[in-house]
């Protein structure tokens, strides 16, 4: 498994910028080595370990594309319609026995390898038949119509998903269509979570009147199971510097990233920077992100630590655009870059220079039918009904100190970060 150096983060600024942060993750962090053969049905949302190469072209043969009667190019009617012999029939799954010769044309179904010599069909709807049982295909059809050419899909040798995609239902079907059983994927990253804080307790404990139920360990375990990660639920540490430090001590001897929340600001009960100081190096703790700013990174023992912010809304927004790249680069993701939509605001804003914000925005549509960005009318990086409610986050970049309704803006739908 690869090892981290305690310095390869080493960082001075106070307050970092999230390209900045995510550059460094991506350069020092590397993917796990071992990978395992996966079965088709096993191999959706994983990151493949190696090219997938296409052992045989796509179509396999050439074949009609429609029901109908394949004749050679040469004899297509140019200007009036004319009669052919029927001279054979070729039904889907059947071999091309019949060969069309000057004037013949041969009937054929979907699917149905291309008789001899025949390159195009015409479809049975555009035909009739005489009382001779002959076909009267009529003029101006274009030659190689309603055929798909071996190979016109996918080349034989043809590289068709590189090393480090995630799969996707579409893939698994081209894996399959090519004749694959297995594809090679990376192992699953392994993925420790807790929460810290005396003020929180476990959903089905008691809860004593001053504390809250534990809601971001619930989440961030969905956000992992959801990019493929395995994850362990480490339950919750108190605001304690020996259990904290001893936790992430224990956790790092057997996952491949430590993912935390809370007690990372500079309260006097935020034990978790000391704690990762005491067993590990902190390397940086502070982002120019809002909602999210005490973000911080670790290493300990050669693993990656990442702490953040206990607030719900800014655990979520750190999370998405934090701890993903890590995670993709961990696991061996191609690192993607996520597509945010142009869309109308419909909401003033005022923001600081020099850090990136994310406004948490529903999509509306307005009157003129565009679709428009509508701010949540509260900022608190506590409400999860600001989420809950919500269909994204625009995200406003560094050099942003303004938005007036209108305006163009970046919209990172959920579905996008997730
Ligand atoms: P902290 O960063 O530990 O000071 O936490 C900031 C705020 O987030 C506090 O109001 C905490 O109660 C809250 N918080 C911390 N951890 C969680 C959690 N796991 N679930 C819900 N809220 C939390
Ligand atoms: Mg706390």
């Not at 001897?253 to 007690?263: E, F, K, P, Q």
């Not at 890590?326 to 909401?347: E, K, N, T, Y």
Request: charged residues 20%; negative net charge; aromatic residues 6%.
């Amino acid at each position: 498994m690869a090892q981290l150096t305690d310095d390869c983060f080493a960082f001075g600024g106070p307050l970092l910028p999230v390209d900045d942060a995510i550059a460094m993750l991506a350069a020092r962090l590397s993917a796990v080595e071992e990978s395992e053969s996966l079965k088709l049905v096993e191999a959706d949302g994983r990151v493949l370990a190696r090219d997938l190469v296409a052992p045989l072209s796509l179509p396999p043969f050439t074949n009609s594309a429609v029901d109908g009667y394949a004749v050679r190019g040469v004899d297509v009617p140019m200007d009036e319609e004319k009669a052919f012999a029927v001279v054979g029939r070729v039904q889907a799954g059947a071999a091309a026995n019949a060969a069309a010769e000057a004037g013949q044309a041969v009937r054929v179904f979907t699917g149905a390898p291309m008789p001899q010599g025949a390159d195009t069909v015409f479809m049975q709807e555009d035909v009739r038949l005489d009382e001779a049982g002959r076909v009267i295909l009529p003029p101006g059809l274009r030659r190689g119509a309603n055929v798909r050419p071996q190979g016109e899909d996918v080349a034989a040798g043809q590289t068709v998903l590189k090393a480090g995609h995630r799969m996707r239902p579409q893939d698994v079907a081209l894996a399959a269509a090519l004749g694959l059983t297995h594809v090679e994927a990376r192992r699953r990253i392994r993925v420790a979570v807790l929460s810290t804080g005396n003020e929180i307790v476990a959903p089905g404990t008691p809860r004593g009147s001053a504390q809250l139920f534990d809601s971001n360990r619930f989440m961030l375990m969905a956000m992992l199971a959801r990019l493929g990660c395995e994850v362990d639920d480490l339950g919750i540490v108190r605001d304690d510097m020996g259990s904290t430090a001893a936790m992430l001590r224990d956790a790092a001897a057997t996952h491949d990233l430590i993912l935390a929340s809370g007690g990372v600001s500079t309260g006097e009960a935020d034990f978790v920077k000391a704690a990762v100081e005491s067993v590990g190096t902190l390397v940086f703790w502070r982002m120019a992100i809002k909602p999210g700013r005490p973000v911080a990174m670790g290493v300990i023992a050669g693993k990656p630590f990442i702490g953040l912010p206990g607030n719900p809304v800014a655990s979520f927004v750190t999370f998405a655009h934090i701890a993903r790249p890590a995670i993709a680069a961990l696991a061996g993701m191609q690192p993607g870059s996520s597509v945010s939509v142009p869309l109308r605001a419909a909401f003033s804003y005022r923001k600081k220079e020099g850090r990136r914000e994310y406004v948490r925005a529903s999509l509306r549509k307005a009157e003129d039918g565009t679709l428009e960005a509508v701010k949540f009318p509260r900022e608190g990086a506590g409400l999860l009904s600001s989420l809950v409610e919500t269909d994204g986050l625009v995200e406003l970049g560094e050099t942003t100190t303004n938005v007036t309704p209108g305006e163009i803006v970046a919209f990172l739908p959920y579905s996008s970060l997730l």
